[in-house]
């Protein structure tokens, strides 16, 4: 059996959720997974080369390689009422979206969810790419006039003085009623359907095991906590590890779908996405 490689950005979500499949706390038989971090924005360039097996990608990316790769049915990022969140140094203006129009905001990668999501908001801004972990600093500086934040970004804005301007989370759910999907993990389809169907398995038994071992899964995503404290960590791993990431369920799915085929609508993705989940493609 060769070595699986599984590519996951490094953040404390996704290293609870990995934590007990990098630790050798499951049984994966003959399966040996290599475990890669890497921003989101790598992985989703990577994933549209096809390079790696096993590997996050942002919805938006997943829509460019659908062809390539099937949706596990376990792992999604999924904001109920939350989500990337857009911050400036002013204070919030009562008409957001007319505020937007035309300024500089830093987004960390075109082909991410948020920046997505943000494009249906508002779709006549200057994007300006920046390393996730660096927009603060990019509005803190006056680089841009607004900075669109991801990961823990998402808890620590206030603690630098930026204000929110707004919670795509929450305007999602006001548009449709629905969480917003942000990421997702993905596998080969060219691995076949009974690796693809054990590769599965493996996964949700990792993020199983994680909720059943809390504490010490937690003290492991410490390590990509980018500065939380411990309480905060617990609260960011529990905004985006939940029921949704050990199945998408029927609500879960439908927001995948909706996103998509609003994206497709909007012109902001190139054609409508067939959306297929392990468990529907590979029976």
């Known amino acids: 059996m060769p070595s ?3 590519a996951h950005s490094p953040d404390s979500d996704d290293a609870f959720m990995f934590w007990a499949l990098a630790a050798e706390k499951i049984d994966t038989g003959n ?7 890497s921003d989101i924005e790598s992985l989703n360039r990577r994933a549209m080369a096809g390079e790696l097996e096993i590997t996050a990608v942002s919805f938006h990316a997943y829509a460019h390689v659908a062809d390539r790769y099937v949706l596990l049915p376990h792992g999604a990022s999924i ?3 939350y989500g990337p969140r857009v911050v400036s140094k002013g204070a919030v203006p009562s008409d957001v979206r007319g505020a937007l129009a035309g300024k500089r905001i830093a987004i960390p990668g075109e082909m991410t969810t948020a920046f997505l999501t943000l494009r249906m908001f508002q779709s006549e801004f200057d994007p300006v790419p920046t390393p996730f972990d660096q927009i603060e600093e990019a509005v803190l500086g006056g680089e841009v006039d ?3 934040l991801i990961h823990e970004g998402q808890l620590t804005y206030a603690h ?3 204000e929110l301007w707004l919670d795509l989370g929450e305007w999602w ?3 449709t009623g629905l969480p917003l999907p942000l990421g997702c993990n993905v596998v080969r389809r060219d691995l076949g359907e009974d690796l693809i169907k054990h590769v599965s398995r493996d996964l949700r038994a990792s993020i199983v ?3 059943g071992h809390r504490a010490e899964a937690l003290a492991h995503a410490m390590q990509y906590a980018r500065g939380l404290t411990e309480e905060d960590a617990d609260t960011f791993v529990g905004m985006y590890v939940n029921d949704y990431t050990v199945d998408y369920g029927d609500i879960g799915r439908r927001a995948v779908r909706t996103l998509l085929e609003r994206g497709a609508r909007e012109g902001l993705i190139p054609s409508k996405v067939s959306v297929d989940f392990v468990d529907d493609a590979v029976s």
């Open 79 to 81: 904001g109920d009422r």
């Open 4 to 6: 699986l490689r599984v």
């Open 31 to 37: 399966r040996r997974y290599i475990h890669e971090l």
């Open 146 to 148: 607004a900075g669109l």
């Open 173 to 175: 759910h006001s548009e």
């Open 160 to 162: 630098r003085g930026l």
């Open 209 to 211: 095991f994680g909720l």
